[in-house]
């Protein structure tokens, strides 16, 4: 395995067979090896830095039937909310306040925000803050609407395409069609956004070889950002007696991201915090380095429930920024409050 590993460290890949073959066969010993070679490269690029986003869930009202999700339209038991612009922006300057310099809006696929009202939003946040980055988490959408978010400002998108595999993404998106997903995720990269992809782990019926192909499609595709995080089931949905993903198999997949895609922007998620009460410094000494604290407004906080006992609903957003901090430094890294761009992205060095 040593020798698998040192391979995928020097060329950044391997192929199909050989990615299972690593998967399968590590060992404890095997697994400390991957996470130190992740770590070595995580820091060769971004050093000691754990870049912050200020994550801001403006919508919990969704037309999708995501199977694992418990804001999926379906669940009648969802407590629905809408922040107003107003609410957005003091969220904002809340959050500038506290030193962020990068705004995730996310939410689910809300009919209520046309086009318009998402262009309004963008550029209220950019005339008031204009070094800030503003990164755009609401699904699918046409080319043409992403185009304009795109033009009002909007420099990130994150559309994790959830699983590689078309039959297991069918059989949890009864509502979705997997090759629209795929094709959202180039148009995104095509029009000049900073993009993220990424995927659950321990699905119900997902094997190692999904995630191989979960891989090799990010190895494809390049994104600038990958989101990978732990499936965490939700009471009130058809899954809630599934078993979930772990922190081990979410690490080791991180790691091994880290190292297919040295210079990617690889969030430890608040999925992997809510699985174990150190799962985000887990994360981050496999080798990510994003961390994305929540900036919404407490009262919704509990609301924006995608899977049960998510963290930190009660915390104030200077608490969370500050506990945020003490747990980066005491993993051994340093917050780093800049926009925090993918450095191949910042340095142009993408080719089209
Ligand atoms: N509507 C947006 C945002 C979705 S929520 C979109 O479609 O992209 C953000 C992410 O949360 C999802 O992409 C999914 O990967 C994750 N998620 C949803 N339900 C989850 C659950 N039960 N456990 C863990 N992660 C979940």
Same mark, same amino acid.
């Given at each position: ?14 192929? =199909? ?9 590590? *060992? ?5 090896? /991957?996470?130190?070679?992740?770590? @070595? ?72 925000? $046309?086009?318009?009202? !998402?262009?309004? !939003? ?12 503003? $990164? ?11 185009? @304009? ?55 119900? *019926? ?23 995080? %732990?499936?965490? %089931? ?22 091994? !991201?880290?190292?297919?895609? +040295?210079?990617?922007?690889? +969030? #430890? $998620?608040? #999925?992997?915090?809510?699985?174990? +009460? $150190? ?6 000494? #496999? ?5 994305? %604290?929540? /900036?919404? +407004? ?28 003490? &747990?980066?430094?005491? #993993? ?14 910042? =340095? &142009?060095?993408?080719?089209?």
């Amino acid at each position: 395995m040593k020798k698998l590993i040192d391979k995928l460290y020097e060329l950044n890949n391997l192929d =199909d067979k050989e990615l299972l073959e690593l998967l399968k066969g590590m *060992n404890e010993e095997d697994i400390i090896y /991957l996470k130190s070679k992740a770590l @070595e490269v995580r820091k060769k690029y971004y050093g000691n830095k754990v870049y912050l986003r200020g994550l801001i869930e403006f919508t919990n009202y969704c037309s999708r039937d995501c199977m694992y999700c418990g804001i999926q339209r379906g669940n009648s038991l969802a407590d629905r909310y809408r922040l107003s612009l107003e609410e957005i922006m003091s969220a904002c300057k809340m959050g500038y306040e506290l030193g962020y310099r990068t705004f995730v809006l996310q939410g689910g696929e809300d009919g209520y925000y $046309t086009d318009d009202k !998402i262009v309004k !939003i963008i550029t209220s946040i950019k005339n008031k803050y204009p070094e800030c980055a503003i $990164t755009l988490s609401i699904g699918e959408k046409p080319y043409k609407s992403y185009k @304009e978010y795109y033009k009002a400002g909007a420099d990130r998108y994150l559309l994790r395409h959830e699983t590689a595999d078309k039959k297991l993404y069918e059989s949890l998106h009864p509502t979705g069609s997997f090759e629209n997903r795929i094709k959202c995720l180039w148009n995104l990269k095509e029009i000049g956004y900073q993009v993220g992809a990424g995927f659950m782990i321990g699905l119900p *019926n997902q094997t190692y070889e999904h995630y191989v192909k979960d891989l090799r499609f990010l190895k494809e595709l390049e994104p600038h950002m990958v989101g990978i995080g %732990p499936f965490i %089931p939700h009471k009130d949905t058809l899954l809630a007696k599934e078993k979930g993903g772990t922190v081990e198999m979410t690490t080791v997949l991180l790691s091994i !991201i880290r190292l297919m895609l +040295p210079e990617v922007l690889l +969030p #430890a $998620t608040t #999925a992997l915090g809510t699985l174990h +009460p $150190t799962g985000r410094e887990k994360g981050l000494k #496999a080798g990510a380095n994003v961390v994305m %604290p929540n /900036l919404s +407004p407490i009262s919704v906080r509990e609301k924006y429930a995608l899977y049960d006992g998510k963290i930190c609903t009660g915390d104030e957003a200077a608490e969370c920024r500050m506990c945020i901090e003490r &747990r980066i430094n005491s #993993a051994g890294f340093s917050v780093d409050l800049s926009r925090g761009d993918n450095i191949l992205w910042r =340095d &142009r060095r993408y080719v089209y």
